[in-house]
């Protein structure tokens, strides 16, 4: 399989813990992103990467949240010090930088997180 | 703000007929539009995209339609099949601008059979 993996695809953990996940996205894809979904909603942006330099973050990203993407190919995503409202589907999504005019993002199956 | 906005959360057909989802945007900057499929426990799927230079683009079964003037596309699915049961997003962007995309609530497309 050639598209975006995601790993773990379900994380359930302990109010206050931290957790960690993984994105590697399609071989050569410069960009990568990382969306946050609740049920119901469409996915909310956090924070885009171009090679290894995170370029843009949102507001929603808190000082709990942190992502690295060190060598420019996988990325890994923290949050520390979970809480409930922590839930949702964490998904990452990846692009050539040079597109076909676009800006086409193509999205791994996500991991889910529950907080107890 | 900028925000996309669908005008129907569920919509349902029958299997062979023709399905349209509506969305509309508020922010007149955006100038790339993406359509997205999402079945239940998988990540969004590119299905068609649209720059702004462009009213009308066709795929194998989908159109997406354009209206700059009132900030509204939609995507026209033929001969709707039950594989395309999924909640559909549309999703801007201004290309050269931020690199997120805004994504709408979505709507839930059901076809019976």
């Known amino acids: 399989d050639t598209g975006v993996s995601q790993d773990p695809r379900h994380k359930i953990t302990k109010r206050g813990q931290n957790v960690t996940f993984r994105c590697d996205p399609i071989?050569?894809?410069?960009?990568l992103y990382w969306y946050r979904q609740t049920l119901g909603q469409g996915p909310e942006f956090l924070t885009y990467?171009?090679?290894?330099?995170?370029l843009e973050k949102s507001r929603l990203l808190s000082d709990r949240f942190s992502a690295e993407r060190p060598k420019g190919s996988f990325s890994t995503l923290e949050i520390q010090r979970t809480e409930q409202g922590d839930s949702a589907m964490y998904l990452c999504a990846s692009s050539p930088l040079w597109g076909a005019g676009g800006n086409i993002q193509y999205f791994g199956a996500g991991t889910r997180l529950s907080v107890l | 703000g900028e925000s996309v906005g669908l005008h129907l959360p569920t919509l349902s057909v029958q299997e062979g007929d023709n399905s349209i989802i509506n969305c509309a945007y508020s922010?007149?900057?955006?100038?790339?539009f993406i359509w997205y499929k999402q079945e239940s426990g998988k990540g969004p799927q590119f299905i068609i995209d649209i720059r702004s230079n462009m009213d009308k683009r066709q795929g194998q079964r989908v159109t997406v339609l354009l209206n700059k003037t009132v900030k509204h596309l939609s995507l026209q699915i033929a001969a709707t099949q039950p594989g395309d049961s999924a909640v559909y997003f549309c999703?801007?962007?201004?290309?050269?601008?931020?690199?997120?995309?805004?994504f709408g609530k979505g709507t839930k497309l059901t076809v019976n059979p």
């Open positions: 990467f171009q090679n290894e330099a995170q």
């Open positions: 071989s050569e894809h410069n960009r």
């Open positions: 999703a801007e962007n201004v290309l050269g601008g931020s690199e997120k995309l805004v």
């Open positions: 922010n007149s900057a955006s100038d790339y």
